[in-house]
């Protein structure tokens, strides 16, 4: 199988010979979770309840990057700068230019949205 897909599932160790094996890659279900990887869990732009929480685990060659998302009826433009190189760890986050308390992007009703993500070492937001 490719290495860049998701399989529905993968042989287990019950089958010596094609264990490690996957099949039924490219099926729907295996594209969205792909997606939330990314989105989630890479890019670190994971949905809470009181709005949209930032927390990227990138390559630290990853020195800008960008995404957008529509949440709720809003649209978020988010723009991430990693200078210093780090996998993991944000300094700052600004909306609309206001530095915000913590990672925590609050919802916005409608419209469109400027995020701009300092990553760094750890500090308490």
Request: charged share 20%; aromatic share 12%; glycine share 10%.
């Amino acid at each position: 199988m490719e290495p860049y897909v998701f399989s529905q599932f993968c042989v287990g160790a019950g089958d010596p010979e094609n264990h490690g094996r996957g099949s039924f890659h490219w099926l729907t279900g295996t594209a969205s979770w792909m997606f939330r990887a990314m989105t989630d869990h890479i890019m670190g732009v994971r949905a809470e309840k009181r709005g949209l929480r930032i927390d990227p685990s990138v390559d630290p060659s990853w020195k800008t990057f960008s995404m957008k998302r529509e949440f709720r009826g809003a649209t978020y433009q988010f723009h991430f700068e990693n200078p210093m190189g780090v996998e993991h760890g944000v300094q700052k986050v600004f909306l609309n230019g206001t530095l915000l308390p913590d990672n925590l992007v609050p919802l916005e009703k409608t419209g469109c949205h400027e995020v701009r993500v300092q990553m760094g070492a750890l500090e308490s937001l």
